[in-house]
């Protein structure tokens, strides 16, 4: 394909860089200017989209909270009889067999109760009441035509789903989006629906149902406005209640007059969706998990595009005949000093290396300018490579003899050691050997990771060390799981802690000390403690002061990232305690870690 690209210029008979550089520029405006009125008109529509979306989602989500404090003041109507003695007495006594005036009065006063409740909001259409014998007792503007049929349809009430999800709610406020009572009522209503039970007791007297008119949620939307093409532009508010067994049950609409369906009430699946050419904005009331909805046709809301595309269109061929005009000018000027520096090129091909040239300060210039500073420097770097070769020789001499300094070290120490066993100092000897093991496996053979076992191996030398050194007022005690001894981990992670616990919390303390160093596998991770009960401190942040336990954390941080861990715990006067977790198996800066065990 790059082969391809520069022969066509040479198949075009382009030879000069003018020409191809014209032909390109003209190839790339004439893909650049549709790709650009395309590309514009589509971010703008995207922009609006966007912007529609953030302002009438906030919209939608100030109708939400105006919308629940609605429904709020509903719910504090229907609680209103769990204060009201009379009402929670009359619905306590059910049994009158042998008082038909006692039950008269009864009635009487339950029907007054229901309604004097619909006085409560202007907009409750009725409210019932169904006792615990299945009586029930209403009020309201339909109440004449439904009275005798309510009262005699308990028993199928009784049995529907919306009965029962009040039941089940007990005592909790249950929205519907219709008629419960009468589903064929044409008013704009919804439902509420309540279990009633005394406060305290938690006995149950009766269902609450009541049923509002719609137009209570005018004060949530905007109005719709009475220009028929400026409604018809703004788009439409709507609630929708899509988990009722109606599906897509309108319960409000601001704007009827938008679409045919919505005068029928019923809002089908996909109707105001984008591919059928609206946008469309939902927001969900969490309290009744009815949907606000806000719908606009893509058209309406797309309109400045329109405009937006052809200004585009315009800019963009103006700039392309700016940008030919500039290209022309300034095509000049880039191929003067290309001549020239092609000139250069060629003497220094003959062998000149000194040269009066000076080029301009653009960027062809300083190509120029550095490439012939590159040829002075060149020879100022076969000079320094036989002298870099020298060094390196050196260098290597250097590492060869650090090599033998470690073994002078071992052999000088296994000298005292030997030395101590013949003067009959033990201590000493025990010391020597003891360091020796120490240097031995901190140096590791150059290597940068160990295993446990070698790790714990390295902390009873140096403890070993400390013994002596102390005395009786040492004691140790190290405890590690068998299963984590062949796992590879970076070295010298533990003895620094160690080394800190004996120096800074076992030394100041009056008396014996002790010192605990445990290991064990704890899920995909290894665990080392260690603890003392040295004199402990009040800022742990003193830890990291020490430059051996600041070189482990950085160290432990590099190599395993965030899933090595250390945390520190300290009580003045109580100890101690450090906790390490690294991972069992790691692919860490010098490959993957773990032994198969782990």
Excluded at 90 to 109: C, E, I, M, V, Y
Excluded at 430 to 453: C, D, H, P, W, Y
Excluded at 524 to 536: H, N, Q, S
Aim: with cysteine; charged share 25%.
């Amino acid at each position: 394909m790059h082969k391809l690209i520069e022969r066509i210029p040479r198949l075009l008979g382009m030879k000069k860089i003018k020409n191809q550089f014209l032909a390109a520029m003209m190839f790339l405006i004439l893909i650049s200017v549709p790709a650009l009125g395309i590309m514009s008109y589509r971010i703008s529509a995207s922009i609006i989209e966007r912007n529609h979306t953030r302002s009438y989602q906030s919209s939608l989500q100030t109708s939400g909270r105006i919308l629940e404090a609605t429904l709020d003041s509903i719910v504090s109507a229907s609680r209103t009889f769990l204060y009201d003695q009379e009402f929670l007495l009359a619905a306590q006594n059910t049994s009158f067999a042998h008082d038909p005036d006692g039950k008269r009065a009864r009635d009487a006063l339950l029907q007054e109760k229901m309604r004097y409740y619909t006085f409560y909001l202007n907009d409750i259409l009725w409210a019932g009441f169904y006792d615990q014998n299945g009586t029930l007792y209403s009020g309201g503007s339909r109440v004449n035509s439904l009275g005798a049929m309510l009262n005699s349809s308990f028993g199928q009430v009784s049995k529907t789903d919306w009965y029962r999800q009040i039941i089940e709610a007990q005592g909790k406020e249950v929205f519907f989006s219709y008629d419960v009572l009468d589903p064929t009522n044409a008013n704009e209503v919804f439902t509420c629906g309540k279990l009633v039970r005394v406060p305290g007791s938690l006995e149950e007297l009766g269902v609450l149902i009541t049923c509002v008119r719609t137009r209570i949620f005018r004060s949530a939307f905007p109005s719709a406005g009475t220009d028929a093409a400026d409604a018809t532009a703004a788009g439409c508010y709507m609630i929708l209640d899509a988990g009722s067994s109606r599906e897509q049950n309108l319960l409000y609409c601001n704007n009827p007059s938008f679409h045919e369906a919505l005068a029928k009430k019923q809002v089908p699946p996909g109707l105001f969706d984008e591919e059928s050419g609206f946008f469309t904005t939902r927001f969900q009331n969490g309290a009744t998990g009815w949907q606000l909805v806000h719908t606009v046709r893509l058209d309406d809301l797309l309109r400045d595009t329109g405009t937006i595309k052809r200004y585009t269109a315009f800019t963009a061929v103006m700039t392309a005949a700016v940008a030919i005009l500039l290209f022309l000018l300034l095509s000049n000027s880039i191929n003067r000093p290309l001549h020239k520096l092609e000139r250069v090129i060629e003497e220094v091909g003959d062998g000149k290396r000194v040269f009066d040239e000076q080029f301009s300060d653009d960027e062809i210039g300083t190509i120029g300018n550095k490439f012939l500073e590159m040829i002075g420097e060149n020879y100022r770097l076969n000079e320094s490579v036989a002298q870099l070769r020298l060094r390196q020789k050196e260098a290597q001499l250097k590492c060869l003899q650090a090599e033998i300094n470690p073994h002078f070290l071992y052999n000088t120490l296994d000298s005292i050691y030997w030395m101590a066993n013949l003067q009959k100092v033990p201590e000493i000897g025990q010391m020597a050997i003891s360091l020796s093991k120490v240097f031995k496996i901190s140096l590791n053979s150059g290597g940068e990771t160990t295993t446990v076992r070698r790790e714990i191996e390295q902390v009873e030398n140096y403890l070993i060390i400390q013994s002596l050194r102390y005395k009786d007022k040492l004691e140790y005690h190290i405890e590690a799981e068998e299963e984590i001894l062949e796992c590879e981990i970076i070295k010298i992670i533990l003895q620094p802690f160690v080394e800190n616990a004996v120096l800074h919390g076992l030394e100041p303390k009056e008396g014996r000390g002790a010192l605990w160093l445990r290991g064990k596998r704890e899920g995909e991770d290894i665990l080392f403690t260690v603890e003392d009960d040295g004199v402990g401190m009040a800022d742990t942040a003193q830890v990291h002061a020490g430059y051996g336990v600041q070189n482990v954390v950085e160290r432990v941080q590099l190599y395993y990232g965030e899933r090595g861990r250390i945390t520190f715990q300290s009580r003045p006067g109580q100890g101690t305690r450090v906790t390490i977790r690294l991972p069992a198996q790691f692919e860490g800066p010098w490959g993957p870690k773990g032994g198969e065990q782990c």
